[in-house]
């Protein structure tokens, strides 16, 4: 138990290292990107620059939601605060989804109406929006698999730099060419690309708030892993749940043969449902 907790201690340390750093990075680029936008007097760097700006919002929002997951239970609520971190993470989905919609709409504006742009501006600012994207999803990928809101974090960050690539291909042409309406081309195709995964993200952040099993637990093989335990006969009832967007909880009733398999039938089934990343069971026995 306790090499357990110190490992879970180790990684949460870890995980909120790596969003400091991310969100650090993010707001500096910000900053410089702004500057280089008032500069040039591009809009479209201008807007990016509003497009990262949200993404250090929803950094900050997924540190709390982490930070709420961790907090402690009291006598009337004996979770803690762990659920609330469920809604952030859709708040979380809910905003990257409605920035990437803005994105679309203005790039599809853009299409309909280009105007000329600073081709050499737009490829060196995104180029350096490329280099604090990719660190911020490197810091933050190791740990989205545990984590739907880290997962969400990543999503920003890793989008984004696709996004950043492909300012910096279409500030490239435009600086040989001056085919301006490639810029918001590319931003329509990005943004595409980058709305059908923020809608992915708030099914599944919405799913975990209406308690639906969440993703990457299959019931059936749960079932069957219960069903596989010696004296297990039958299950009357079997819930699995989000505590958080760290935990999942399990509530079941078993038909068990026999008061001697009835005895370690529980403890068996806990060790089973822990390897399946199901933190949390409750098992009732009914003999038969």
């Known amino acids: 138990m306790t090499t357990h907790t110190h490992t879970h201690t180790q990684r949460l340390e870890r995980l909120d290292a790596a969003y400091y750093i991310a969100i650090a990075l ?4 910000v900053a410089a990107e702004t500057c280089v936008a008032l500069v040039h007097g591009s809009a479209g760097l201008l807007s990016d620059a509003g497009h990262k700006l949200m993404d250090v919002f929803s950094l900050l929002i997924a540190l709390l939601a982490f930070k709420l997951a961790s907090s402690r239970p009291s006598q009337r ?3 803690g605060l762990r659920k609330v971190s469920v809604l952030i993470s859709l708040v979380n989905a809910l905003l990257l989804a409605a920035v990437v919609l803005a994105i679309l709409v203005e790039s599809a504006s853009k299409l309909a109406h280009p105007s000329p742009v600073d081709g050499a501006a737009i490829s060196w600012t995104a180029a350096a929006g490329i280099l604090v994207s990719g660190i911020s999803a490197l810091l933050l990928g190791r740990f989205r698999r545990g ?3 880290t997962r969400g974090a990543f999503l920003h960050m890793a989008t984004d730099s696709l996004m950043s690539l ?9 600086s040989v060419t001056g085919w301006s309406v490639l810029d918001p081309l590319v931003g329509v195709v990005i943004s595409s690309v980058m709305l059908a995964g923020a809608v992915k993200l708030v099914i599944d952040s919405f799913g975990m708030i209406i308690d639906s099993v969440p993703e990457g637990i299959d019931p059936s093989h749960v079932r069957e892993l219960i069903l596989s335990c010696r004296g297990v006969e039958g299950i009357d009832e079997l819930h699995i749940w989000p505590v958080s967007i760290f935990e999942t909880a399990l509530s079941a009733r078993v038909r068990v043969h026999g008061a001697e398999n009835a005895e370690h039938v529980p403890d068996e089934i806990r060790l089973r449902l822990s390897s399946e990343g199901i933190q949390q069971s409750t098992v009732e026995v009914h003999l038969i």
């Open 26 to 29: 993010n707001i500096g680029y």
């Open 77 to 79: 609520r004996t979770y």
């Open 147 to 149: 984590d739907i809101n």
């Open 166 to 174: 492909g300012v910096v291909l279409s500030g490239v042409v435009i």
